[in-house]
Nanobody
Framework: QVQLVESGGGLVQAGGSLRLSCTASGRTFITYAMNWFRQAPGKEREFVAAISWGGSSTSYADSVKGRFTITRDNAKNTVYLQMNSLKPEDTAVYYC????????????????????WGKGTLVTVSS
């Protein structure tokens, strides 16, 4: 069974940058659209970014557009989230999620569409 493992979280000052990684085990990584969600303390989990199986299409939440970039390296079974100009409101546990899909990404993705989840990595942005 495919497993997702996130890494790269940590403590950073406002205005700083972090790069999250999510590595998948198994040989079927290329058949998944990959996503990042986040959940702040006391809040519901929300969509952050998505990338299609081949990397040709992406989608971002309005709150991160222009600051975050999602990419993937199918040879390494890894998806990345580059986070720049971080704000205290970006503080959350960030989850990697996979959806079995060979379609282009059209808009924000829903939690209910995901087939696999990682355990999350904590990002804390201090003011």
């Amino acid at each position: 069974q495919v497993q997702l493992v996130e890494s790269g979280g940590g403590l950073v000052q406002a205005g700083g940058s972090l790069r999250l990684s999510c590595t998948a085990s198994g040989r079927t990584f290329i058949t998944y659209a990959m996503n990042w969600f986040r959940q702040a303390p006391g809040k519901e989990r929300e969509f952050v970014a998505a990338i299609s199986w081949g990397g040709s299409s992406t989608s971002y939440a309005d709150s991160v557009k222009g600051r975050f970039t999602i990419t993937r390296d199918n040879a390494k079974n890894t998806v990345y989230l580059q986070m720049n100009s971080l704000k205290p409101e970006d503080t959350a546990v960030y989850y990697c999620a996979a959806e079995t899909s060979l379609q282009n990404i059209r808009g924000p993705q829903s939690i209910g569409s995901m087939d696999l989840w990682g355990k999350g990595t904590l990002v804390t942005v201090s003011s």
